[in-house]
């Protein structure tokens, strides 16, 4: 090949990379590339499985999807900040079992046995739903302290925290697992359908779009944003990072708390091993919605589609007939692959 | 022979820096505790039962050490243990050492393949090894279908309860494992790299160091350790689970801090990760035998980590 060809391919090469560049359909593509990739698992699981479109596998997607999303909108806001939470599974078991347990121990006070047959709760269901929710948060905000203010890495405090909470819920509950099915309401917000919409699929719909809002337009969306892309520029200009970490922490550990509540709801029981692996699901999701790990890049809507893609290909799985051990392997594909692809330069804008 | 001469004229000087001499008194402390809480702690059979545990955690340790060293993370080598022993356990037909020959070789593969992802790749650490935590684990249940194979009456079962003169055969193996390591650390290049590579990656690629080749190495080398450590811990419990590593990243973790390696890298020893190791060993023994109870020792192992973070990042460093 002579020196005029070659010059003239590297020409067509530079002339093509500008068309693309200034094409907008393909930047139209590139930053929706999350809704056409949903539009295609969509697609696929309709001509995989016939029962794939009907209202009562959609509605069991949407169960899950809320469950899921709570989470990851959480760990979103987390890894905004530049840190990692691996303690929301557990956390998911040992806030509720803990909850309990102090329910029960209040309720002993005022002479009301709310377990029946060892482990049936059959009553305080209010007092659970709020130590759930109160305990989980404080996990969460134990997190962020250890974290901040102790300087211990986030991944070896969360790491430890799973352990830990996981191990505490085996000796609170000694094991057995707890059942809601005398509780009357509780299955409430797992179970419900409202026009055809689980209920709390609507929950995760209000806190998606409160929290879009929020990091949109709101100046603790800016503080947050910032905390994680320039630290030292974030305190230069007041803004109380360590604060903020804290606050995220705690955000992360009431989303727990709610997640937890759907899928003990739904399934009308609580035990220890309740939601082991959902650290990896949510971070999972958080990756697909293009959230970087680098801290400050990332939109929550990205979380609220990556969401619903993940609820559809564990559907999909499931409808396939692989079992959980199959779910493992393609969701730590999934995760290593999103991060390779938006390294490769598939990334989602700056907010600016 | 005057290189050997200096090396050993250095070595007081080496075995005293590093908090190697704050460890040896931790450990001590913690013995005398022990001693009064669980009066049977320095009879031969404890001891040695201890050190046997010690040698197969601190093995994972000793990997997971020369990885942090790096300035990376390592959270798969649980998984890589499991998946390592039962590949290599589905060739037991063949015979014990072939057996054992597959599983080293898994273990160094699924290594290098968490090294090249991450260098060539350029995916983080902590994501590459967390996705390769599941999907390992993951297809360790696969390959066995979830089951445990039963190693009754095999020559494989030897590197978990032989030993040699009354000295274990899993503390022979770290003991070399870990003076070859020390040695290679200290007084070759390319272990002289490991530092650089941590302790500033842009000067050290700058001098000339194959960051990427370096960081490989240690991901191997980690990956090879924990499959080294799968078959002792199956001659201990005598079979063969696709559940065989779970948690061990944990204790990994907590040994190499608890042997004063930094948290960001390029500062640390490997003797320091050998007492670490001992001392874990006997916090755990002196917790079991005290009657803590079972339960809550997941609990404890999990707090312990976090404490020795603690610790080593705002009091002993400063």
Redesign the interface.
């Known amino acids: 090949m002579n020196l005029d060809s070659k010059n003239s391919i590297s020409q067509l090469l530079s002339s093509v990379r500008e068309i693309t560049k200034e094409n907008k359909f393909l930047d139209l593509i590139k930053k929706n590339i999350i809704v056409l990739i949903l539009i295609f698992l969509l697609v696929l699981g309709t001509l995989t499985s016939g029962t794939f479109l009907s209202l009562y596998n959609l509605q069991n997607i949407a169960i899950n999807v809320s469950i899921f999303g709570i989470l990851a909108i959480g760990q979103t806001l987390v890894l905004l900040t530049k840190q ?1 939470d691996l303690s929301v599974g557990a956390n998911m078991a040992f806030s509720l079992i803990a909850a309990i347990k102090i329910t029960q121990i209040l309720m002993s006070q005022f002479g009301v046995n709310i377990i029946q047959e060892a482990n049936y709760v059959n009553s305080g269901m209010l007092t659970i739903i709020v130590f759930t929710i109160v305990v989980s948060n404080l996990i969460g905000l134990l997190n962020g302290i ?1 974290t901040v203010k ?4 986030p ?3 969360t ?10 819920a ?2 609170l509950s ?2 057995h697992p707890l059942y809601f099915t005398y509780l009357q309401g509780f299955n409430w917000l797992g179970t419900k359908i409202l026009f055809n919409v689980p209920v709390c699929f609507l929950f995760y719909l209000v806190i998606g779009i409160v929290g879009i809002l929020i990091l949109k337009y709101t100046k603790i969306g800016t503080k947050i944003y910032a905390t994680g892309g320039n630290e030292k520029a974030a305190i230069y200009s007041g803004i109380n990072s360590d604060l903020w970490r804290i606050i995220v922490y705690g955000v992360s550990g009431f989303c727990a708390g709610f997640a937890t509540l759907i899928y003990s709801s739904r399934l009308e029981s609580v035990e220890v091993a309740q939601a082991t ?1 959902y650290e ?1 699901i949510s ?1 999972a999701i958080v ?1 697909i919605g293009g959230t970087t ?1 680098e801290g400050g890049r990332g939109r929550l809507f990205g979380t609220f589609l990556a969401a619903i893609i993940l609820g559809v290909v564990i559907n999909i799985i499931t409808l396939m007939g692989l079992i959980v ?5 393609i ?3 999934i ?2 692959s999103a ?2 692809a938006y ?1 490769k330069g598939i990334r989602v804008k700056k907010r600016t | 022979m005057r290189n050997l001469k200096n090396i050993l004229r250095s070595l007081p000087n080496i075995v005293l820096s590093n908090n190697v001499f704050i460890l040896f008194i931790i450990l001590i402390f913690i013995l005398l505790i022990g001693k009064i809480f669980v009066p049977h702690i320095f009879k031969i059979i404890n001891v040695l039962n201890v050190l046997r545990i010690v040698s197969i955690i601190g093995l994972v340790a000793i990997g997971e050490t020369i990885v942090l060293l790096t300035g990376e993370f390592d959270i798969s080598v649980g998984s890589i243990m499991s998946l390592s022993l039962v590949i290599g356990g589905s060739f037991l037909g063949f015979g014990s050492i072939p057996a054992l020959l597959i599983t080293y070789l898994t273990g160094l593969t699924l290594g290098v393949i968490n090294g090249i992802a991450i260098t060539k790749g350029k995916v983080r650490s902590l994501i590459m090894t967390l996705g390769t935590l599941s999907i390992y684990g993951g297809l360790a249940s696969i390959v066995t279908r979830g089951k445990a194979i039963y190693l009754y009456g095999l020559p494989y079962l030897w590197l978990g309860r032989g030993s040699i003169f009354r000295i274990p055969i899993p503390v022979l193996i770290f003991f070399g494992i870990s003076l070859i390591c020390f040695f290679f650390l200290k007084f070759t290049s390319t272990g002289r790299y490991i530092y650089y590579t941590g302790a500033n990656e842009v000067a050290a690629w700058y001098s000339g160091v194959r960051i990427d080749n370096i960081k490989i190495l240690a991901f191997s080398l980690s990956g090879l350790f924990a499959a080294m450590a799968g078959p002792m811990f199956a001659g201990q419990t005598q079979r063969i689970t696709p559940i065989q590593g779970v948690g061990f990243e944990l204790s990994a973790f907590a040994i190499a801090f608890l042997g004063g390696i930094d948290l960001w890298g390029g500062k640390g020893s490997v003797i320091g990760v050998i007492i670490g190791a001992i001392i874990y060993g006997f916090l755990l023994n002196i917790l079991a035998l005290s009657g803590v109870g079972t339960y809550i020792e997941q609990v404890l192992k999990g707090l312990l980590l976090i404490v020795i973070v603690i610790i080593f990042q705002n009091i002993i460093r400063k």
């Open positions: 990692i250890i102790a300087k211990v890495p991944l070896i405090t790491l430890g925290m799973l352990y830990a909470l996981r191990g505490f085996y000796v000694k094991g692996g990896f971070v990756v790990l051990w199959y779910q493992n392997i969701i730590g594909i995760i290593i991060v390779f390294i």
